[in-house]
Nanobody, 115 residues
Framework: QVQLVESGGGLVQAGGSLRLSCAASGSIFSINAMGWYRQAPGKQRELVAAITSGGSRNYAGSVKGRFTISRDNANNTVYLQMNSLKVEDTAVYYC?????????WGQGTQVTVSS
């Protein structure tokens, strides 16, 4: 069993910054990709950013140039630095980890951007 603990969400004004963290613990044998998804009210969950164990990054077009994903392999932690936040970035952000043929999800952290 793998547990994901997220932190760093909150309320910020447009143009501001937030940093999300997600620490994985438990029966982790090998972690492949780590990433962040988000879901806004009435919308489907979407990929925000992902990073492989080798460091390859993938971003949604809407966040390129504003968000940066990074990971600490030694501590099984993934980060999402969010800059120049927009009102449309408001959503619940979910940490996602894949490894050993399984997918794991965090409980979600709310990010609210006010105008």
């Amino acid at each position: 069993q793998v547990q994901l603990v997220e932190s760093g969400g909150g309320l910020v004004q447009a143009g501001g910054s937030l940093r999300l963290s997600c620490a994985a613990s438990g029966s982790i044998f090998s972690i492949n990709a780590m990433g962040w998804y988000r879901q806004a009210p009435g919308k489907q969950r979407e990929l925000v950013a992902a990073i492989t164990s080798g460091g390859s990054r993938n971003y949604a077009g809407s966040v390129k140039g504003r968000f940066t994903i990074s990971r600490d392999n030694a501590n099984n932690t993934v980060y999402l630095q969010m800059n120049s936040l927009k009102v449309e970035d408001t959503a619940v952000y979910y940490c996602h980890v894949s490894g050993g043929g399984y997918d794991y999800w965090g409980q979600g952290t709310q990010v609210t951007v006010s105008s």
